[in-house]
């Protein structure tokens, strides 16, 4: 049985003020449906993790550094974020890819670091709106995927969340609607499952692209969406908690 993960992605966004009251008010909510995780600024880890101590909720970064330590300016690595508290590294958003220029092997490498430091990556995968009008996002996301296999095995996907996220739905207010959202976290479950069953049938699949808590339900329903990765509405604490209701709908 996999149980739901609405993990919110807050961005750049926020003060010291805002994720306080925001943290505060998630805290107030949590009615334990769902496992919640939060994935804040870098600079607000410590505060959050402080914050999260004593409840159930997860600490999420939303990148980690392929390199141990060293010379990689700006960059944060694996062993200051399980310091921070962290048990999740969010890998590879398109916005990382498409703004940063990050490519399936560095994701890659960044998702390695992460299962050998101990943290949970979360793999961001999806298409392009180009790509979806094409009808090319299976192989795009098996693309995606194949980067990390080769890297970590499938075996680095048994302590792993992958999270389906079509580009043109991010921040945009499209969303995929249930049924396609469902074929694709299918392909990806069924992907993994030709290496090996186990591991593919405990995999979360999140589903990441203007979810809501008006479609959260319809779309946490389906047999392969096993939770979400939640970026606007994850701002206000009654919706990110909204979302999570849902989940038992
Ligand atoms: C995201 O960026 O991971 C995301 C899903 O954003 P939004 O919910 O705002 O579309």
Known sequence: MRK???????????SMASVIELIEGIKAGDSGVAELA?????VFLMKVGGMLADTEIAL???NVCNHESGAYTGEVSAAMLTESGCRYAIVGHSERRSLYLESDQLVAARF??????????????GETLDEHEQGVTEAVVAKQI?????L???GGFANAVIAYEPVWAIGTGLV?????????????????????????????????GSMNPGNAAELLAQPDI?????????????DFLAIAQAAQE
């Open 112 to 125: 390695d670091m992460a299962i050998k430091s101990g943290l949970i990556p979360i793999l961001c995968v």
């Open 226 to 238: 096993d939770g979400g990765l939640i970026g606007g509405a994850s701002l206000k604490a009654q």
């Open 146 to 150: 194949d980067a990390v296999l080769e």
């Open 60 to 62: 999420g970064a939303q």
């Open 4 to 14: 739901t993960l609405i993990a919110g992605n807050w961005k750049m966004n926020g």
């Open 152 to 154: 970590s095995g499938i």
């Open 176 to 208: 995929a609607s249930p049924d396609t959202a469902q074929g694709i976290h299918h392909f990806i479950r069924g992907k993994l499952a030709e290496s090996d069953a186990g591991i593919a049938e405990q995999l979360r699949i999140l589903y990441g």
């Open 38 to 42: 939060v994935c804040p600024p870098a």
